[in-house]
Structure formats: structure tokens, C-alpha cells
């Protein structure tokens, strides 16, 4: 199963709203997860079910999307946003559980 | 609360044998709810899957690199390890050493904080 993420990089100011989006080569249910990692950092997990919020993740991310098509909303870019962004599809069981290409969410 | 620490050379010469190992803390590495895997990050780019192994000692691989790789536990240590063999410079990445529950639908809950490995003579 191959991720498309789009796009693959974008520039927002603080405040902004932002939507990367994430296709799947073939339908994957709500099998999706969604990372953020910054420079040097292993990922960070935001999002799984593709809607799910992990406990912690401030409630200005949300995830959507179901079968081949899911997005990553951050509803009011923060300046501890501006990071790369990963999704992830869960469906293959057992793996390889393979990632997107990344978008970077730079600071206009 | 899991940690994984991953541990190894940092530097490999081509065509040798890259050895790594996570260590994983607060939990038992014998578990049936968690797989084990690495995944890695070539310099600037995205994220790899590269494998994993689980409770009952099955392995799976990332097809792209399934002839080179091994990933074995040693739960007398609550180790895991890798081994990728032939190195070249394009296997130059971070490695991660992850954890997730053992399940479809489930996404990598641990991550360890990622150690480079160059592969330069």
C-alpha cells in the first residue's frame, strides 16, 4: 500500500489554518495514523483511527477520512507546529506498515 | 510506561554488516501484546519501515530489503536486534527501534530517540 501525502511542503503564518492530505494506493478503512516530528526528534504520534486523538495533543489537530482519502486539519497553526508531518497506514497486519512522504509546515 | 534505547556503531564500512540493539524498559520485551521494529530515516528524507518481530518469534520484513535483514529478540536481556547486511551508503539513516500493540489498526506507540549509522570506509 503506497501513502501519497500533498503537499509536501507548505509555508503559514501563526494563526493560520492548515490541511495536508494523505491517499492511499487502495482502500485502508480508518486504518491511519498521523506523526509530527521535529528536527532531530523521533515522531510523534497525534493521530490514529485516523480521527483519534492521542491524550495529549492539543485539540487544534484533527484528523478525517476514511478509505483512500484522509486529511490533517491544525485549525490555528502554533509556533510549536511548525514541524514535519507524517501519516501512516495501519491496514497491513502483520506490516510493513508504511509511511507517507512528509510535509513540512514551514513559517511563512 | 515502554522506553526503548537503541545502541550500535556509528560508523559501518560498505558491504559490512550493521549491528544494532534496543533496549526496552519498563515493560517485558516477552509480551503477546507488542511487536518489536526499526524503522529508519535517511538524512532529510521520510520514514522507513524496515521490520519487525513478534511474541511468537515471526518476523516480516520490508520487502525492499527483506534479502539483508534480521531481527531477533534476546529476552533474557529484553533486547532486540538488527542486522543489515551488504551495507552500502544509501543504508546512511537513523534508526529507530519502535514499539506498537500487536494488532491491526495500531500505530507505533514507542519510539526510541534514534541513533545515525554512516556508512562510509
Known amino acids: 500500500i503506497q501513502l501519497t501525502q500533498s503537499p509536501s511542503s507548505l509555508s503559514a503564518s501563526v494563526g493560520d489554518r492548515v490541511t495536508i492530505t494523505c491517499r492511499a494506493s487502495q482502500g485502508i478503512s480508518s486504518y491511519l495514523a498521523w506523526y509530527q516530528q521535529k528536527p532531530g526528534k523521533a515522531p510523534k504520534l497525534l493521530i490514529y483511527a485516523a480521527s483519534t486523538l492521542q491524550s495529549g495533543v492539543p485539540s487544534r489537530f484533527s484528523g478525517s477520512g476514511s478509505g483512500t482519502d484522509f486529511t490533517l486539519t491544525i485549525s490555528s497553526l502554533q509556533p510549536e507546529d511548525f514541524a514535519t508531518y507524517y501519516c501512516q497506514q495501519l491496514n497491513s497486519y502483520p506490516p510493513p506498515l508504511t509511511f507517507g512522504g512528509g510535509t513540512k509546515v514551514e513559517i511563512k | ?121
Not at chain 2, 513478534?54 to 520490508?62: A, F, V
Not at chain 2, 535483514?69 to 551488504?86: A, G, M
Open chain 2, 1 to 121: 510506561q515502554l522506553q526503548l534505547q537503541e545502541s550500535g556503531p556509528g560508523l559501518v564500512k560498505p558491504s559490512e554488516t550493521l549491528s544494532l540493539t534496543c533496549t526496552v524498559s519498563g515493560g517485558s520485551i516477552s509480551s503477546s501484546s507488542y511487536y518489536w521494529g526499526w524503522i529508519r530515516q535517511p538524512p532529510g528524507k521520510g520514514l522507513e519501515w524496515i521490520g519487525s518481530i513478534y511474541y511468537s518469534g515471526s518476523t516480516y520484513y520490508n520487502p525492499s530489503l527483506k534479502s539483508r535483514v534480521t531481527i531477533s529478540v534476546d529476552t533474557s536481556k529484553n533486547q532486540f536486534s538488527l542486522k543489515l547486511s551488504s551495507v552500502t551508503a544509501a543504508d546512511t539513516a537513523v534508526y529507530y527501534c519502535a514499539t506498537g500493540i500487536a494488532a491491526a489498526g495500531n500505530p507505533v506507540d514507542y519510539w526510541g530517540q534514534g541513533t545515525l549509522v554512516t556508512v562510509s570506509s
